[in-house]
């Protein structure tokens, strides 16, 4: 009986042993998951931050760009009340509300021609990677030159660019 519970003894103490090893594996793999996790959280929270503060630069933008728009329309609304009480000749009046609309026609000028010149530019650009791709040509026509090609281009960015001038 003495050697029974012996041998008994001793696999049990094969399984504690066997069971402190799979505890402490998986002790290792825990603390390796900790790990990952408190990476990914810190990464999360730096990401958050950047977004929070990207959130904000846009936020701020707004705000100024409402800021000016309420100031050129308090601007346009004072022009208009001195036009109606006749506090200025009505001639400097229009001639400021000309000066106003005129600059904001400038600007919203400069910002088309800007943008047609982008796609000019884009035109170009697509001309010239066509040329190298074989032209633009449609099967069974004789390939043009680049010189050809470049001379058929729009004449409409120099004549915008003229038309800007003359206004300026």
Known sequence: MISECGSEVESLAKELEES?????????KLKVIED?????AAWFESR?????R???MTASSLLKAKEAKTAKSSELRRLR???KS?????VSTIGEAKEAMRAEFQIRLSKIFGFL???AAIYVRDLALAGVKGGTNEVGEVPQSP???GAMLPVRGQSWRVRKETLT
């Open 147 to 149: 010189r050809v090609e």
């Open 81 to 83: 009340r001195k036009i």
């Open 48 to 52: 958050n931050g950047e977004l929070e």
């Open 86 to 90: 006749g506090e200025e000749s009505s």
């Open 54 to 56: 990207d959130f904000g």
């Open 36 to 40: 990952a996790h408190s990476l990914e």
């Open 117 to 119: 010149d982008s796609l």
């Open 20 to 28: 402190r090893e799979k505890s402490s594996q998986l002790e290792g």
